[in-house]
């Protein structure tokens, strides 16, 4: 996790949001929804975070959606990452769900 956010900190991915899963889905520990300025952008944080991860010796990193650039998804195995161009993010409104199913005592499907 700490790797994750050094990253999207130096990347300057924007209005960050850490959602602590654990105990609510067999998924993941948290799930982090971040933002990147263009699909370039969107990219260039997926792939760094990736490289920085399987530095640490993270293994098993599956990632989806990097040569589009609209939505990465980033599955780290206890931390799931989702970078997102702003209106992508928008339109799907990930974070909105899981608080609110964190907040009902209800599971997203």
């Known amino acids: 996790m700490r790797i994750v956010l050094a ?6 991915a924007e209005d960050n949001v850490t959602i602590d899963l654990s105990g ?3 998924i993941g520990d948290y799930m982090v929804v ?7 952008h969107v990219a260039a944080i ?20 990097l040569r589009q650039g609209d939505w ?16 992508v993010r928008n339109f799907y409104s990930l ?5 609110a199913a964190n ?3 209800q599971r997203p499907s």
Not at 46 to 65: H, M
Not at 72 to 87: M, Q, S
């Open 7 to 12: 990253q999207l900190e130096d990347m300057k």
């Open 24 to 26: 609510k889905t067999s």
């Open 34 to 40: 971040t933002s990147g300025r263009s699909n370039v």
């Open 46 to 65: 997926a792939d760094n975070v990736v490289k920085s991860l399987k530095a640490a010796g993270v293994t098993g990193i599956r990632v989806e959606g």
């Open 72 to 87: 990465v998804l980033i599955d780290a195995g206890d931390v799931i990452v989702h970078v997102f161009r702003p209106e």
């Open 95 to 99: 974070e909105k769900m899981w608080q």
């Open 103 to 105: 907040t009902d005592g």
